[in-house]
């Protein structure tokens, strides 16, 4: 597997270069409140930053967001109790209980993760599933519950048929949701039973499927830095640094981030930080430069946790070193 080389390699002074740091708000305000909120078990002030975002892309990232705080499994039972017949207490803690699933399980390879922390993994999937079902059925017309299934099923591991119907019921109700892009991504990745071919050709007829201007075009970038990850030291930096994934990589761009439609929202972060990752690994250091330079030295942990897991910023600064930026 592709690793970054050297990472421990003594930097230089960044004279004239942002500060490099992990962005974990993405210019979204709604974010660090939502997450002060969840901290303070504040359900109204949950409810009501929630209730204001659209069942959409939006409010799937700030329902995420309440998932990662540790704590809420415990006063969202209340919540639930105490509204029997609503959705959102449900929704909530089918995310919370997701990310507490992961917790347990850890990112460790699947060799190195006990069957007592399996069992622990699968029971709060299986939990979010039912609870998922519920809002689902409750409120038809919205899309994070069957984004929640997507990522559940992936680790329940319900097979291919079942995960591209939850990917369908996703994108029906929101036909550009990214984070559904990104799922049905993985889920048919060599790693988790697809491959290479399938990948790559998902990405692309999403990427060029969608409108000029969205940010599906990204998805091209991590196809093949999941191709790159999955190759032996030497075969990787020839995978990616062929001529064909080079121009792959600019004609996503230029459907995509590069495009005259595109208007800077929610993810548009990452999407920059995916490009130029690919492009520095790819040896374009002018394209990627350019892409270092739009990110103002803001880092998100996707997909720099693949040469660093535990400092994404790290990786990001050495590459944007090389790229001479």
């Not at 690793?3 to 740091?21: E, F, N, S, Y």
């Not at 359900?43 to 995420?64: K, N």
């Not at 519920?134 to 994070?144: F, K, N």
Request: with cysteine.
């Amino acid at each position: 597997m592709a690793l970054l080389r050297d990472v421990g390699t003594t930097l230089g002074r960044w004279t004239g270069r942002p500060v490099a740091r992990v962005d974990e708000d993405g210019d979204d305000p709604d974010v660090p409140r939502v997450r002060a909120a969840a901290e303070a078990a504040d359900w109204a002030g949950v409810r009501d930053i929630l209730d204001a975002r659209p069942e959409s892309e939006d409010r799937t990232g700030l329902l995420w967001t309440v998932g990662e705080v540790a704590g809420v499994e415990r006063w969202i039972a209340g919540v639930m109790a105490a509204e029997p017949d609503a959705a959102l207490p449900r929704l909530v803690a089918a995310v919370r209980h997701i990310s507490w699933g992961w917790e347990a399980r850890t990112a460790a390879r699947a060799a190195h993760v006990s069957r007592e922390q399996f069992q622990v993994f699968h029971e709060r999937l299986a939990t979010a599933e039912t609870w998922l079902y519920e809002v689902a059925e409750r409120e038809p017309g919205w899309t994070s519950p069957w984004y929640g299934l997507q990522v559940t099923g992936r680790g329940l591991q319900v097979g291919q048929d079942v995960a591209r119907r939850r990917f369908e019921a996703t994108v029906r109700r929101d036909p550009h949701h990214l984070g559904a892009h990104r799922q049905q991504l993985q889920q048919v990745c060599e790693k988790w039973s697809g491959s290479h071919e399938e990948m790559h050709a998902f990405a692309r007829a999403s990427a060029f499927g969608a409108p000029g201007g969205t940010l599906l075009g990204q998805l091209v970038a991590v196809a093949h830095l999941e191709h790159w990850l999955a190759l032996d030291s030497g075969p990787d930096a020839r995978y990616i640094g062929q001529p064909q994934v080079i121009a792959s990589l600019h004609e996503a761009a230029d459907h995509s981030v590069r495009h005259r439609d595109f208007v800077r929202g929610r993810g548009w972060l990452q999407a920059h930080n995916a490009f130029a990752m690919a492009f520095a690994l790819a040896g374009d250091l002018t394209a990627a430069r350019a892409f270092f330079r739009a990110t103002e030295g803001r880092v998100t942990e996707f997909p720099w946790c693949y040469l660093d897991g535990s400092d994404p910023a790290r990786a990001y600064k050495e590459h944007r070193s090389r790229a001479g930026r």
